[in-house]
Nanobody, 124 residues
Framework: QVQLVESGGGLVQAGGSLRLSCAAS????????MGWFRQAPGKERAFVAA????????DYADSVKGRFTISRDNAKSTVYLQMNSLKPEDAALYYC?????????????????WGQGTQVTVSS
């Protein structure tokens, strides 16, 4: 079993930055592929970014590529999402997710464990 706790959300002006963190416990963090998803009101949850556990390969949704960066610190069992140049359309509840396999995935169903989410609000 894996427990995930997100933090770092908040209110920011358009063009600003936030860094989300997700602390994992309960399983060897270095064996987990980690992902970030988000869900805006009235919309389905959508893939944002993922990072694998082995080669630390990364994948991004087109809408955030070049603005967001996912990274991980295996010593701290934490994955980060650095969000720059935030836009009002980035406002959502951001979820951290984990899967105990090598490859990353953009599909919710591929992830076994989820956090409770952290809210990001972007004012225009």
């Amino acid at each position: 079993q894996v427990q995930l706790v997100e933090s770092g959300g908040g209110l920011v002006q358009a063009g600003g930055s936030l860094r989300l963190s997700c602390a994992a416990s309960g399983r060897t963090f270095s064996s987990l592929t980690m992902g970030w998803f988000r869900q805006a009101p009235g919309k389905e949850r959508a893939f944002v970014a993922a990072i694998t556990w082995s080669l630390q390969s990364t994948d991004y949704a087109d809408s955030v590529k070049g603005r967001f960066t996912i990274s991980r610190d295996n010593a701290k069992s934490t994955v980060y999402l650095q969000m720059n140049s935030l836009k009002p359309e980035d406002a959502a509840l951001y979820y951290c997710a984990a899967r105990p396999t090598r490859g990353s995935s953009r599909y919710e169903s591929a992830y076994n464990y989820w956090g409770q989410g952290t809210q990001v609000t972007v004012s225009s």
